[in-house]
């Protein structure tokens, strides 16, 4: 039911898409973000819990191949159009990925596998190769491949377990992987699920398609823009990196809440996951991470809105001496779904404000700034027909503190600031069920199209290099194929 895709982004020390922010210059106070941290933490909590107070029960509610197999259910039972969730597949996955009625373990254990072709265009050739053995331009690669252990251990415990080669890196390396136990209780008279999660990406584990591990776009060229900007600590950038651990529960079929704590992986555990860019970044003790989320489901919709979050100490290039940098990321989120027979739709809009005290990149001349800010803002539309075609529209802002030395190499203002829409139409020909000789199979069949309006503070010439930014525009051709 839930497939993945490796969501690897490039992270700068002010670091897809955000909202206005102002300018934080260096000689702006300290903060503790600890103590800012747990404030808004536990404010963001606290109102959604103020909100549980008031619940009433909700009306009764009349992928991965691995999973179809195990459950016995169509691809459209649990996605929209996959990788996106429905009220139902959002439900298995807080079930620990362990529910039945189809094949047992023993009659098909829950392997599946992925391979992803692509073709991809920019405006512009690109002034080097993206990859090792392609071209500055059109490029027909088989992107990604990856093998996956998806549904039940034993019992409760269930998993989603990915390894992937990825062709831009030439990497073989575990993607994101997903284990927890869960459960089920009477509290208070109310429904409970309740399980324990490990993780290695930072929102890998929430059942919403608004943070960013499952964000729009669910799949994009590995070798478009090198020009696309920045992103926030939490999308993306400690995925493969981190280990986390956190419980969680559902209350109701309405309230969400989890803490998990995230903890780096040592370089000898990083090679041995195959992990690219050892390197880049580590974080120092323990990060923890919050999620709140509301959801009511009133027949054929469902409506949600949540916060999610996370501070952490991050080592730039695991370089010692020079203290940590400090990020506190905080994110609303905002999800509207309507799924019929045969029109669905749905609409997410995320916003994550993110603080950073850059300690160690000032200190090494990395930064002007001691203080920056960044703001990330995405607001996606999605109408599936039938299961069976999908068109999805999307704008991204990203927006942040000018920084001299941060950002001088791409942006002749110093800015981080890029804007942009997104396209995208698929034929999705098995979600309800696959030929006769696998009818476990999926796949889906598309096109994008990524247009930017600004990058790095500019429109014309952003980079002094004579670089535009709607010659970074790109066309990205897929078939994503599951089995």
């Known amino acids: 039911m839930q497939d993945i895709v490796s969501d690897r982004e490039v992270h700068a020390p002010c670091t897809t898409a955000g909202a206005e922010c102002e300018t934080i210059a260096a000689s702006r106070p300290p903060r503790d973000f600890r103590a800012v941290a747990a404030c808004g933490g536990v404010a963001s909590l606290a109102a959604v819990v103020i909100g549980a107070g008031v619940l009433i029960k909700p009306p009764t509610a009349s992928a991965v191949p691995s999973f179809a197999r195990q459950t016995g259910q169509p691809c459209a039972t649990c996605h929209t159009a996959f990788p996106e969730l429905t009220p139902f597949g959002r439900r298995f996955k807080l079930g620990g990925y362990t529910m039945g009625g189809g094949l047992t373990f023993e009659e098909a254990p829950p392997i599946a596998a992925m391979v992803v072709p692509t073709f991809t265009h920019t405006a512009r050739n690109q002034d080097v190769q993206p990859a090792p053995g392609t071209s500055s331009n059109n490029n027909t690669v088989l992107q990604q491949t990856s093998l996956f252990y998806g549904g039940t251990i034993y019992g409760n415990l269930g998993a989603f377990i990915q390894g992937t080669y990825d062709r831009a890196s030439e990497h073989t390396f575990l993607d994101n992987t997903d284990i927890r136990y869960a459960d089920t209780a009477k509290f208070l008279g109310l429904d409970?699920?309740?399980?324990?999660?490990?993780?290695?990406?930072?929102?890998?584990?929430?059942?919403?398609?608004?943070?960013?591990?499952?964000?729009?776009?669910?799949?994009?060229?590995?070798?478009?823009s090198p020009f696309a900007p920045p992103g926030t600590l939490i999308e993306g950038s400690l995925g493969g990196r981190v280990v986390g651990t956190g419980v969680y529960t559902f209350w109701n079929d309405m309230l969400y809440l989890e803490v998990s704590a995230y903890q780096n992986l040592s370089t000898q555990a990083l090679r041995a996951f195959g992990e690219p860019g050892i390197n880049d970044l580590s974080i120092g003790g323990a990060a923890p991470y919050w999620r709140a989320a509301f959801e009511y489901n009133l027949g054929d919709q469902s409506?949600?809105?949540?916060?999610?979050?996370?501070?952490?100490?991050?080592?730039?290039?695991?370089?010692?001496?020079?203290?940590?940098?400090?990020?506190?990321?905080?994110?609303?989120?905002?999800?509207?779904?309507?799924?019929?027979?045969?029109?669905?739709?749905?609409?997410?809009?995320?916003h994550i404000n993110e603080n950073q005290q850059l300690n160690s990149t000032f200190f090494q001349g990395n930064s002007s700034n001691l203080y920056n800010t960044l703001e990330s803002f995405k607001a996606s539309a999605g109408y599936v027909y039938d299961h069976t075609y999908s068109l999805t529209a999307a704008y991204f802002d990203v927006r942040g503190s000018a920084d001299a030395t941060l950002f001088s190499a791409n942006s002749l203002a110093n800015s981080p600031n890029g804007q942009g829409l997104i396209f995208d139409a698929a034929y999705l020909p098995f979600s309800k069920g696959g030929p006769d000789v696998w009818p476990w199979l999926n796949a889906r069949i598309g096109v994008s199209y990524t247009h930017y309006l600004k990058l790095f503070g500019g429109v014309n010439n952003f980079d002094g290099a004579l670089h535009n930014a709607s010659q970074n525009n790109t066309i990205f051709a897929y078939t994503w194929i599951a089995f």
């Not at 890998?204 to 478009?224: E, K, R």
């Not at 501070?311 to 309507?338: E, I, K, S, W």
């Open 192 to 224: 409970v699920i309740y399980g324990v999660d490990v993780n290695n990406n930072p929102s890998v584990q929430d059942v919403w398609n608004t943070t960013p591990a499952w964000g729009f776009p669910y799949l994009a060229s590995t070798l478009g």
């Open 303 to 350: 409506f949600e809105v949540g916060t999610f979050g996370m501070y952490a100490n991050v080592l730039p290039g695991r370089t010692q001496g020079f203290g940590f940098d400090q990020y506190l990321d905080v994110g609303f989120d905002a999800q509207y779904q309507y799924i019929g027979d045969p029109h669905s739709v749905t609409l997410k809009l995320t």
